[in-house]
């Protein structure tokens, strides 16, 4: 059950106070002191009495600035807060590593038709060889030349990638022929060049010529899977609770991972690589649900933020596992290997005394608050005296009605729309960007192994500037910053000479960095910009948006065919175009959040007006402090 349907079931003053306690009783347990709990009827007594709700609203204001100041104070240690963190983020490698295992799986090594027969001699334009492999280092990737064999038999074939050419005159050997000849199809297979891989998926299902769609789908098909995954456990984790899933998507990572790489066919590879995908998405959402839920809301920009680093390491993984494994379902195995210490461990994670709250199940909750008191060495405290609530109260026990949401009040009018839109476009850059730039890897030229690392490891600085950056310059600037840059390199990258690799490598890189700031900061801009009624919606809706274009990246990547550099014309233009319409957006530093429409239609860019900013009012503070743990505003998905 999510917090909205918290407040719906049990009423908003009721949900407002058990939450509000808890986000200050977990955070206080992280400390080396605790910090006492007053006022703790304030939230009903307020509805009861109707009277004096300026004196009260200014007693729990000034009550919020006491306990913000004790806790930046005495905050020394977070033992199991950061133990829980580091056990979770762990398992944001092994997801970063199935997303992008494809680069190497998929590679498509230099092939041509096999011949029916045994090759006794080779000709290729000047060179004469015994042997094939001889030949492979002279064919480029888009040279269409044929090789021209002689058989053990005597006969003589013009081999091509996709077809091969029987000569009828077979008394002299040479390249070229203009003689009777008689075409026929690859139906004894390919021959594939296995000088870089002794084998990938393409070569051990053919997945070249008329298959090559195979291939291409392969990636999209992946994405399709983590799009589910994210909608069906996100929702099961509100359900079932978030130890099980985190359990059950671990579980899911490592079997499936292994069956794909023993998989008989490749349609039961595609089904494993599917239901991988799903158990991936699964995992990232609702293990970013569950470390927010832990973490103290002083930590929580930075630790969400960074779970983005664990990510890019399992990026890093896969270049290091590619350099060294030449085999794929080899490389596959040892990948899938990665999540094995989090199933081990995951047992001891407990289920996040949130969501046992919201169940009911107030004495599993309190198990749970002793031992985090233990881990921190403080002195844990009774859960049914700090979130005592009269539920005889005709006020406090009565559901409140809650209007629903959906979709279409992201374009309630013709700001909102415009704001909904300009949004969506910077999710859809972002993702596209960050899938182009790392498939794209293995076709910049040079050691594509180096270059898939180097673009892995650009995210975490990346991701550190981000965390400077939206407090010091703001998030707007930050963003439209970012998208610029990376539109001027993508600008940059298609004007370098293609046999300049190290160029085009670092200029790759420095367009990668503004585009991982981009997908770590949109999460919390997009919070930001809208109000609390449709805050999950939008976000939500967001990275839908960024799931639909994480499909179409691997298959705008076919299309370097046509010009090498489409996937980088593609990505900067939308950057471009994405950073003129941030410009209008209005900035959220140093602001409440939005609680209201009334108020974000106040909210203007400042280029507009300066006195639209909000006042800090009590009533939206509060809120702040409330919805900053609402697991439903922090969706995460790669």
């Known amino acids: 059950m999510r917090y909205a349907e918290l407040w719906e079931a049990s009423g908003v003053c009721k949900a407002m106070t058990v939450v509000l306690r808890l986000s200050c009783l977990l955070y206080s347990f992280s400390c080396k002191s605790t910090v006492g709990f007053s006022g703790g009827r304030t939230a009903c007594n307020r509805h009861q009495t109707g009277r004096g709700r300026s004196e009260t609203e200014h007693r729990d204001a000034v009550g919020w600035a006491g306990l913000q100041s004790r806790k930046e104070t005495e905050v020394k240690c977070q033992r199991f807060q950061i133990f829980l963190y580091f056990i979770c983020a762990f398992q944001n490698i092994s997801c970063g590593i199935h997303y992008l295992s494809s680069v190497f799986m998929t590679f498509t090594p230099r092939y041509t038709c096999k011949p029916p027969g045994n090759v006794s001699q080779v000709i290729f334009h000047n060179l004469s060889s015994w042997r094939l492999e001889d030949t492979w280092a002279l064919l480029s990737p888009g040279q269409e030349d044929h090789i021209t064999v002689r058989l053990q038999d005597g ?7 996709c077809s091969r050419i029987r000569r009828e ?6 390249y070229e022929y203009s003689g009777t000849k008689s075409n026929f199809l690859c139906e004894d297979g390919y021959l594939y060049d296995q000088s870089k891989w002794k ?6 299902w053919n997945l070249v010529c008329d298959r090559k769609w195979f291939r291409i789908l392969i990636q999209p098909l992946f994405m399709f899977g983590v799009l589910l995954g994210a909608l069906i456990f996100g929702h099961l984790a509100d359900r079932l609770g978030r130890q099980v899933i985190l359990w059950s998507t671990s579980s899911g990572i490592f079997l499936f991972g292994v069956a794909a790489a023993f998989a008989v066919d490749f349609y039961s590879f595609m089904a494993a690589r599917f239901f991988l995908a799903m158990a991936a998405s699964g995992y990232l959402v609702v293990g970013f649900v569950y470390v927010t839920e832990f973490i103290g809301m002083k930590s929580r920009t930075w630790a969400s933020i960074h779970l983005h680093s664990f990510f890019a390491i399992g990026v890093m993984v896969v270049a290091l596992t590619g350099y060294l494994v030449r085999t794929w ?14 199933i081990l461990c995951c047992w001891m994670l407990p289920e996040t005394p949130f969501w046992l709250l919201s169940e009911g199940r107030h004495k599993e909750a309190q198990r749970v608050v002793d031992m985090i008191a233990m881990w921190n060495g403080t002195d844990s405290c009774k859960l049914s005296e700090i979130l005592s609530l009269n539920i005889d109260d005709p006020v406090c026990s009565s559901p409140t009605a809650v209007k629903k949401h959906n979709l279409f009040d992201l374009f309630r009018d013709w700001t909102i729309s415009a704001r909904t839109l300009s949004v969506w476009l910077v999710w859809f850059t972002g993702s596209l960007g960050f899938y182009t730039f790392s498939l794209n890897s293995v076709n910049l030229g040079g050691n594509e192994y180096l270059n898939l690392f180097l673009l892995g490891i650009v995210e975490i600085p990346a991701y550190i500037f981000v965390c400077i950056g939206i407090n010091s310059v703001g998030r707007r600037n930050m963003t439209v910053f970012s998208l610029f840059f990376s539109a001027v390199s993508c600008g940059v990258i298609m004007v370098i000479p293609q046999d300049n690799h190290v ?14 700031s981009v997908f770590g900061l949109i999460y919390l801009y997009t919070a930001e910009l809208y109000p609390t009624v449709v805050r999950s919606l ?14 179409l990246a691997p298959l705008s990547l076919s299309l370097v065919s046509s010009w090498i550099f489409i996937p980088q014309l593609l990505t900067g233009i939308l950057a471009f175009v ?3 319409l941030t410009v209008n957006l209005p900035e959220t530093l140093g602001k409440p959040l939005i609680t209201t429409w009334e108020e974000a239609a106040k909210v203007k860019s400042e280029n507009n007006s300066s006195s639209s900013k909000l006042l800090p009012t009590t009533n939206n503070i509060r809120l702040e402090k409330v919805e900053v743990i609402n697991p439903g505003d922090s969706s995460l998905e790669e």
């Not at 084998?199 to 051990?204: D, R």
């Not at 379902?329 to 989090?342: D, E, G, H, K, N």
């Not at 939500?540 to 499909?551: L, N």
């Open 503 to 516: 160029w085009i490598v670092m200029v790759t890189m420095a367009a990668k960095f503004a585009i991982g």
């Open 155 to 161: 006969e003589i074939w013009e081999l091509s990638r």
């Open 199 to 204: 084998s990938t998926v393409v070569t051990e």
């Open 329 to 342: 379902w080899l490389y596959q195995v040892i990948l899938s290997t990665v999540t094995a210490p989090f």
């Open 169 to 174: 005159n077979i008394s002299h050997l040479d």
């Open 538 to 551: 939008a976000v939500g809706s967001g990275s839908m948006v960024c799931r639909v274009a994480s499909i």
């Open 578 to 580: 994405s950073g003129v």
